[in-house]
């Protein structure tokens, strides 16, 4: 992963790039960044704010061999792989799920899988993340001060985004591989020693239905079990959770 980098000043979405090269063949592990990204896009249609030379942005391009409904499992590999990266610089981090890297509670890291597949087989994976870096409060629009930061915000000095790119592309070379040989199983126990929702009282909102209760797990496919208090258990594949 990241032995293929396409690095551009300025694009719309990397994610957009990612695809277009996805669709020409690109090798699997080919990574798009860019310094600043006009139409970053987010998780359920939102927007992901992206300034000049502040963040990382990048997507990266995977062609796994597995059932179509197995690739959430991937943005949880992502997550996992960052969420390592950022400890390995000395910084404490928290998984809300699916993959939102939390640090004291607000949102650093944001992670956007997309995919390219037929209905019985994957063409290619799109994992999407961006990282709050070198941004100052300042940096942030009004309607997310109060719930987003970034990593120098958190330390109070500098961080070098070369260096932990680098870190997140072994950590995610070395999860890959454990993935495609064994399995879900180590991914799953990882991420689940970063999460922050799972025991918790949450409330979500999926596209039909704010639902209120307890998140108790994960199931191997990286899907959400809430229960309800009168003991009705849910299946959630996307949402938006308070914690
Ligand atoms: C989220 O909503 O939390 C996901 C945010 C994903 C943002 C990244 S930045 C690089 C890549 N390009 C995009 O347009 N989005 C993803």
């Known amino acids: 992963i990241g032995r293929h980098i396409h690095f551009q000043e300025t694009v719309d979405s990397t994610q957009k790039i990612a695809a277009r090269l996805g669709y ?40 796994p061999n597995i059932p179509v409904h197995q690739a959430p499992q991937l943005t949880l590999l992502a997550a996992v792989s960052v969420a390592q990266a950022i400890e390995e610089i000395g910084i404490t981090v928290g998984i809300k799920w699916p993959n939102d890297i939390l ?36 940096h942030f629009a009004s309607e997310i001060e109060n719930i987003a930061t970034s990593l120098c915000i958190e330390t109070g000095t500098h961080v ?60 191997d496919d990286g899907v959400l079990i809430l229960e309800e208090k009168n003991g009705s258990i849910h299946y959630i594949h996307s949402a938006d959770i308070e914690i």
């Open 24 to 63: 020409e063949g690109a090798p699997e592990g080919t990574v798009v960044v860019a310094e600043e990204q006009t139409a970053g896009r987010g998780r359920l249609n939102r927007q992901w704010y992206s300034p000049s030379g502040t963040g990382i942005w990048m997507s990266i391009l995977l062609r």
């Open 103 to 138: 640090i004291g509670g607000k949102k650093a890291v944001g992670i956007l899988t997309e995919l390219q597949a037929d209905p019985d087989r994957i063409h290619a994976v799109i994992v999407g993340i961006g990282i709050n870096v070198n941004q100052q409060s300042y």
């Open 160 to 219: 070098n985004r070369a260096t932990l790119m680098q870190r997140i592309f072994a950590n995610m070379e070395k999860l890959y591989k454990e993935y495609l040989q064994n399995g879900f199983t180590v991914i799953k126990v990882l991420w689940e020693s970063y999460a922050i929702s799972i025991g918790k009282e949450i409330k979500a909102r999926t596209m039909h239905e704010t639902l209120i209760g307890t998140a108790i797990g994960i199931t």
